[in-house]
């Protein structure tokens, strides 16, 4: 299996680079052909939400649908899928930033009780707390 970096996850959803987004959509296209998946590390997740919303200004609703859409791909296997479906599912309701929401699920997921943090926003969430002196 092949993992796929941020810059083939953004080609692909913003087309900002038409020749190079239809080369992951061929990408893609062979891989569904094949039954082959591409691996989405976790990171990619985040880094790509970050770029999206800073470089492109994707609002956080349609950040929500371009994921959950992604997830329905079956060329594309996400790692901590779950967290990511449990950030998806409760974005809408959730003031955390996506960023910080996709982190806290994974680290829930995960066994741990909280996320210490000196982010004073992220620590208004049950899922944070903030380090204090």
């Known amino acids: 299996m ?25 990408l893609f296209s062979g891989a569904e052909r094949q039954r082959a998946t591409y691996f989405v590390p976790l990171l990619v997740v985040l880094e790509s939400i970050w770029v999206l919303e800073s470089a492109y200004q994707v609002g ?31 974005a809408g309701n959730d003031p955390l930033d996506l960023p910080d929401l996709l982190i806290a699920k994974s680290a829930l997921r995960n066994g741990c009780d909280c996320i210490v943090t000196f982010d004073k926003k992220a620590a208004r969430s049950d899922a944070f707390e903030l380090l204090t002196p």
């Not at 997830?71 to 967290?83: G, N, S, T």
């Open 2 to 26: 092949k993992a796929i970096d941020t810059n083939i996850l953004v080609r692909f959803l913003v087309n900002d680079d038409p020749p190079q987004a239809e080369q992951v959509r061929q």
């Open 60 to 90: 956080r609703n349609e950040l929500i649908e371009v994921f959950s859409d992604l997830l329905l791909l079956p060329v594309l296997e996400f790692e901590q899928r779950e967290a990511v479906q449990a950030m998806l599912q409760t």
